[in-house]
């Protein structure tokens, strides 16, 4: 089952932050985020796992909530660069690497 | 890492006709997936498989689809008798001990 994102897009201007979440029905071993601009494919971000490991950039943020199964996402004095659809995708099973993805957050950031 | 290559980029066939779309993942990676993206929407779950064998298959992938991954290093997706509904994006990734490195993805037109 699809996990849920919101919003569905947001604007900034350069500097500003923003949260994206993600919420799933199903219990989660792990959330994956990905950016994808338009015409690419996703690029992996970050995932957190069940137990609070993280692994992934180095400039944004996340956060994993195993008790609601929801992850937010923070981008933190947004660039130019951080424009783009985000999706995050959710684990049920561990091991498998079989990912529910959400619909999409965009991003538009602004000079 | 050489990153994961698809082939073709973009493909355009007439309603009814056969497609097959060819991966070639990360070669150390023995886990491939492959994932259909429409406009507007995150991924979805079609198949993958661990080394030479496809573990799982998504109800998406009627009896028109079918995906191997021969000696467990490229895989081929085939289409028959393609239909509009099956114009996509379809992507190809291997994983990483974390996250997803996805191919740039074959866009299919079904006219």
């Known amino acids: 089952q699809q996990p849920v994102q919101s919003p569905q897009a947001v604007i900034l201007r350069e500097g500003e932050d923003a949260v994206i979440n993600c919420s799933s029905s199903k219990a989660l071993y792990s959330v994956h985020w990905y950016r994808q601009k338009h015409g690419e494919a996703p690029v992996f971000l970050m995932i957190?796992?069940?137990?609070?490991e993280q692994k992934g950039h180095d400039k944004i943020s996340a956060s994993f909530n195993e008790k609601k199964q929801q992850s937010s996402l923070y981008l933190t004095a947004s660039q130019l660069s951080y424009s783009g659809t985000y999706f995050c995708?959710?684990?049920?099973?561990?091991?498998?690497?079989?990912?529910?993805f959400g619909a999409g957050t965009t991003v538009t950031v602004r000079a | 890492d050489t990153g994961v290559s698809q082939n073709p980029r973009h493909k355009i066939t007439k309603r009814g006709q056969n497609v097959t779309f060819r991966c070639d993942p990360i070669s150390e990676h023995n886990r491939l997936y492959w994932y259909r993206q429409t406009l507007g929407q995150g991924p979805e779950f079609l198949t993958y498989?661990?080394?030479?064998?496809?573990?799982?298959k998504s109800r998406l992938l009627s009896d028109r689809f079918s995906a191997e991954r021969p000696k467990g290093s490229f895989s081929t997706l085939e289409i028959q008798r393609t239909e509009q509904g099956d114009s996509a994006m379809y992507l190809c990734?291997?994983?990483?001990?974390?996250?997803?490195?996805f191919g740039s993805g074959t866009r299919l037109t079904v006219v």
């Open positions: 995708g959710t684990e049920t099973l561990s091991n498998d690497y079989k990912l529910s």
């Open positions: 957190l796992l069940k137990g609070g």
């Open positions: 990734a291997s994983v990483k001990p974390y996250g997803y490195t």
């Open positions: 498989f661990q080394n030479e064998a496809q573990l799982e």
